[in-house]
DNA sequence: GCAGAACCGGGGACAGCACCCCGCTTCGGG
DNA sequence: CCCGAAGCGGGGTGCTGTCCCCGGTTCTGC
């Protein structure tokens, strides 16, 4: 609160306590219903107008940036703090399990994950950063001949995308869903369990789809 | 078409010709664009005005049904064929691949394979055959030590689910990252390679979630 | 406690989609 | 060939979601 407070300098005691309204309820309805929640649902659950919202957030990424900011942050974290694990196979095992299960318990930040929002710069930037640790991990992982040796980074934008996908479609059981997806997929990820298989699509072209999903939500 | 027109009796000349066309329209569309197609763009796809449409398909469901129908019965066939497969393993993993490939190329049938349409009774029976099949090839490969112990069918709806979710964010590069999917699970799912790790959610639970995705979609 | 600026929010214009109505066209049996 | 009926399709209504406008309200420095 202190911090979103402190992000609107020189805003009048009633407007600082509006945008705050509005940046919970957002984050409760994008959490619970995804990033296309029509915004005057947001508003009327913030329990102001509408064009005050729009005041405050001229466009969706603006919201979604203010909403969003510190939740990446905390992945970044949590993406740094695997790599402090000892083993570096649980290291990438624990991380992988914590963003799908973060994707299971927030439906926005499900497809925030996987979505460029060329909009919103600090965004890209905080799931720029997360990446790299998550490429460091599985790196590292790999290094130790416990992840199979065809992985690359794009596999884990495609888990997530499917795992995405599930979360969506499986609605109040999507915990236990997820969980299960998890452990096929740490299982198909072991290096002993690798057969020669298709390789991963690149990176170019995955950033692609990222990009047009981000589109498509409307997130220009 | 001859199949389609039989399935018109009694019908003008024109008017058979207009319904063969609506459901080759909303065929393309559908697979395209997935089963939330605009009723309006079917029609002008098709050539046709929106009331005709309405006249020969009263009902989502029932465009569903004449669109998908056949379609479906090449499933079962698929699945039937597999069955004939000497090694147990080989029938399940090509049946699988079989299912995520068809739902890679035809968003329609992506969403169609994992939703349950209560409006159209002979989809539902298909869809049954078609999973009726599947438990059959699962328990072959099981029996024979080839799949991992804890699977169960559930296991499958959850991977068509994730996959569903992967080609609708892959848009036309669906095919390949479709194909990556399916290199994973089938490494995770083999039976050398399964630790024991979460087991999938139950059958009841997974089946309100594919009527759930009925609602949504609007074909009650 | 007051003046003026900052802020608020109901309601309206506009667009997309579902679904229907009714005057006109076209088919096809006799 | 011709007429009755089956069939057609261009609007029309209702609803939902986005985004804006403007009359009224509330805060804050003095």
Redesign the interface.
């Known amino acids: 609160m202190a911090r979103v407070e402190a992000s609107a300098p020189g805003l009048r005691a009633d407007a600082a306590r509006n945008r705050c309204a509005i940046i919970e309820a957002a984050g409760e309805l994008y959490g619970q219903h995804g990033l296309d929640t029509p915004f005057d649902d947001i508003a009327r659950h913030a329990g102001v107008g509408n064009a005050t919202l729009y005041r405050h957030f001229p466009t969706r990424c603006a919201l979604l940036a203010a909403v969003f900011a510190d939740t990446l942050e905390r992945v970044v974290e949590a993406a740094e703090r695997a790599l402090a694990i000892r083993d570096p196979w649980d290291g990438f095992a624990a991380h992988l399990t914590f963003l799908c299960n973060l994707q299971a318990t927030n439906r926005g930040l499900a497809d925030l994950l996987?979505t460029a929002v060329t909009g919103a710069p600090e965004i890209e930037q905080l799931r720029k950063r997360a990446y790299r640790a998550f490429v460091r991990l599985s790196e590292r992982a790999k290094a130790s001949g416990s992840l199979?040796a065809d992985f690359t980074p794009e596999?884990l934008v495609?888990?997530l995308?499917?795992?995405?996908?599930?979360v969506?479609?499986?609605?109040d059981?999507a915990p236990?869903?997820s969980?299960?997806?998890?452990?096929?997929?740490?299982?198909?990820?072991?290096k002993?369990?690798?057969?020669t298989?298709?390789?991963?699509?690149g990176a170019a072209?995955?950033r692609?789809?990222m990009r047009?999903?981000g589109q498509d939500l409307g997130y220009t």
Chains 1, 2 share one sequence.
């Open positions: 996987i199979r596999d495609l888990l995308m499917a795992n995405a996908g599930l969506h479609r499986t609605g059981i236990v869903a969980e299960r997806f998890i452990t096929l997929a740490l299982d198909g990820l072991r002993a369990a690798a057969t298989g298709t390789s991963p699509p072209v995955m692609r789809a047009k999903r």
